[in-house]
């Protein structure tokens, strides 16, 4: 459902009307409407929500890692992270531990080809990932370059920290974001239930999604 791909024609974080017509029309062909009566009002105050939200971020020297997530209908939506902060909060709070290069492959190589080289890479520093639970994805916010000579060099992991939402959220790059990423995840909740993944019930992180966010707390 993501990949990555040049980002410099994109003026907006998210264009997502499509889509949710989409999702809407397929939840209604699977007699879902009768599980989710409210999905229409549901996701029209989404999108209310979202052109509320502040685009607004710390500009300063900080760089960005952004990522683009595509959906049916010529919709996508922008993820984005502070990379200075997300490495500060990683090394202060969260332990490293060794991840597999294999899990890292399968999400983390379409924009390899994009990096310059460089040289005197220390392996030993450790790579800094999220988990991000809308479509169970392991992203590298920051040391791409160590994990790509990590690969050359046939290792089987590398060093990590990883960081889960409730790190992660608050080093995203501003409001609007942390609320894409929780719209995301709630669609994610109600295609499981549907799917009978999961029951109405059940917590979410049975399927490796987050918990479902009501509106007040988007």
Same mark, same amino acid.
Request: glycine fraction near 4%; proline fraction near 4%.
């Given at each position: 459902?993501?990949?990555?791909?040049?980002?410099?024609?994109?003026?907006?974080?998210?264009?997502?009307?499509?889509?949710?017509?989409?999702?809407?029309d397929?939840?209604?062909?699977?007699?879902?409407?009768?599980?989710?009566?409210?999905?229409e009002?549901?996701?029209?105050?989404?999108?209310?929500?979202?052109?509320?939200?502040?685009?607004?971020?710390?500009?300063?020297?900080?760089?960005?890692?952004?990522?683009?997530f595509?959906?049916?209908?010529?919709?996508? @939506?922008?993820?984005?992270? #502070? /990379?200075?902060?997300?490495?500060?909060?990683?090394?202060? $709070?969260? +332990?490293?531990?060794?991840? %597999?290069?294999?899990?890292?492959?399968n999400?983390?190589t379409?924009?390899?080809?994009?990096?310059?080289?460089?040289?005197?890479?220390?392996?030993?520093?450790?790579?800094?990932?999220?988990?991000?639970?809308?479509?169970?994805?392991?992203?590298i916010?920051?040391?791409?370059?160590?994990?790509?000579?990590?690969?050359?060099?046939?290792?089987?992991?590398?060093?990590?920290?990883i960081?889960?939402?409730?790190?992660?959220?608050?080093?995203?790059?501003?409001?609007l974001?942390?609320?894409? @990423?929780?719209?995301?995840? #709630? /669609?994610n909740?109600?295609?499981n239930?549907?799917?009978? $993944?999961? +029951?109405?019930?059940?917590? %979410?992180?049975k399927?490796?999604?987050?918990?479902?966010f009501?509106?007040?707390?988007?």
């Open positions: 459902m993501s990949e990555y791909k040049n980002l410099d024609d994109f003026d907006n974080y998210y264009s997502l009307k499509s889509f949710f017509d989409f999702f809407y397929d939840m209604k062909l699977k007699g879902a409407l009768n599980v989710f009566p409210g999905l009002e549901l996701l029209r105050n989404y999108l209310t929500k979202l052109s509320q939200k502040s685009k607004e971020k710390d500009l300063g020297n900080y760089q960005f890692f952004r990522k683009i595509n959906f049916p209908g010529s919709s996508y @939506y922008i993820a984005e992270w #502070n /990379i200075q902060k997300t490495i500060a909060l990683a090394k202060n $709070n969260i +332990k490293k531990k060794d991840f %597999p290069i294999n899990i890292l492959l999400f983390n379409a924009h390899q080809e994009k990096l310059g080289k460089k040289s005197n890479l220390n392996l030993d520093e450790p790579i800094v990932i999220v988990y991000y639970p809308p479509n169970q994805e392991v992203i916010i920051d040391g791409n370059h160590r994990f790509y000579k990590a690969v050359e060099m046939g290792l089987k992991s590398i060093s990590a920290y960081l889960y939402p409730n790190s992660f959220l608050e080093t995203m790059s501003n409001d974001c942390q609320a894409l @990423y929780k719209m995301h995840n #709630n /669609i909740v109600m295609a239930v549907v799917a009978g $993944n999961l +029951k109405m019930n059940e917590n %979410p992180q399927v490796g999604l987050d918990r479902f009501e509106m007040d707390e988007i």
